[in-house]
């Protein structure tokens, strides 16, 4: 009988509610596993006497992205962790989308500026400014060129507390034709799910988001799964990937590009598609068992 921690954060106002661990938790109990919700900085969590500890909703990262990645290196010293520490490292810095790029993954154009660095601001398209290191739009926001002063004011609020800022032209497609989200698990696309517009003009960048509005399924094209899957195979140590969930846009030419990739804690949407859960509860206890 495996042992598996589904990991997760406290709960806290910043945070939102995962509701799919309590179901997963539950779905992996009925078929054989001993499963549990386990907080990631608990220093009570014994993650040696797991099988496998599965990141599932540690939304509170970003805040502690170090702290985290240190964790996660420690944890995969004692037990198997998934997605494992290298992968986890790699992707909890979105600079990872110029290693996409760099791999011929079609990807947003991004341009990075670190604490220090003058981020240079686009002066004739609309952009957005986020940090390289968040989640659910946090200390992200949409900008026109004529909003140039209160986009400075924010990457210097970012930059005085640690995050490098980036900067991408804003996808216009995104308010017509939304933004995709294709999950993968245990190597095979699972499903895939469609939101609205995250960022709307005039929203702070200290504002909560609401992360994903107007989630429906989806159904990707063959362009769209071609896409995610070239990302997926740039990815360091792709073959120890459990999940992955790949964001896609369509860009000026109309082609899907790559948005973001979420290796480490995505959203599974279980709750909006139910029918996969029994083949995330069998690819779990498949991995808890070594298979």
């Known amino acids: 009988m495996p042992r598996i921690a589904l990991v997760t954060c406290r709960p806290g106002p910043r945070v939102s509610e995962d509701r799919d661990l309590p179901v997963l938790v539950r779905a992996l109990e009925e078929a054989g596993a001993r499963a549990s919700a386990e907080v ?48 986890v490292r790699w ?68 930059h005085a507390e640690g995050f490098t800022a980036m900067v991408q ?8 034709a939304g933004e995709r989200a294709l999950q993968f698990f245990g190597g095979r696309l699972l499903h895939a799910s469609r939101k ?3 960022l709307t003009p005039g929203t702070p960048y200290d504002e909560r988001k609401v992360a994903h509005p107007g989630l429906e399924p989806w159904t ?15 990815v360091p140590d792709a073959a120890e990937l459990l999940y992955a969930r790949v964001d896609l846009v369509d860009g000026e030419d ?3 590009r790559v948005m973001e990739l979420e290796l480490v804690e995505p959203n599974l949407f279980l709750w909006l598609h139910e029918r996969s859960l029994p083949r995330v509860v069998e690819a779990v206890i498949d991995a808890a068992s070594g298979r």
Not at 59 to 70: H, I, V
Not at 169 to 176: F, G, K, L, Q, W
Request: glycine share 10%; with cysteine.
């Open 40 to 87: 990631w900085d608990d220093d009570g969590a014994d993650w040696g006497s797991f099988d496998l500890a599965v990141l599932r909703s540690t939304w509170d990262y970003s805040w502690r992205a170090d702290e985290f990645t240190a964790w996660a290196g420690k944890c995969g010293e004692v037990t198997r962790l998934a997605n494992p520490a290298g992968v």
């Open 91 to 158: 992707n909890t810095d979105k600079r990872y989308l110029g290693d996409l790029a760099a791999a011929g993954v079609p990807t947003v154009p991004t341009r990075y500026a670190s604490p220090g660095e003058a981020p240079g601001l686009p002066g004739d398209h609309e952009y957005v400014v986020k940090p390289t290191s968040g989640a659910g739009a946090r200390f992200a926001a949409r900008y026109t060129p004529d909003e140039h002063a209160t986009a400075v004011r924010q990457v210097e609020r970012m």
């Open 196 to 198: 609205g517009a995250v």
């Open 254 to 256: 109309g082609r899907p």
């Open 169 to 176: 032209p804003y996808v216009r497609s995104i308010d017509t």
């Open 220 to 234: 990707p094209a063959p362009a769209e799964l071609a896409v995610a899957e070239s990302a997926l195979a740039a």
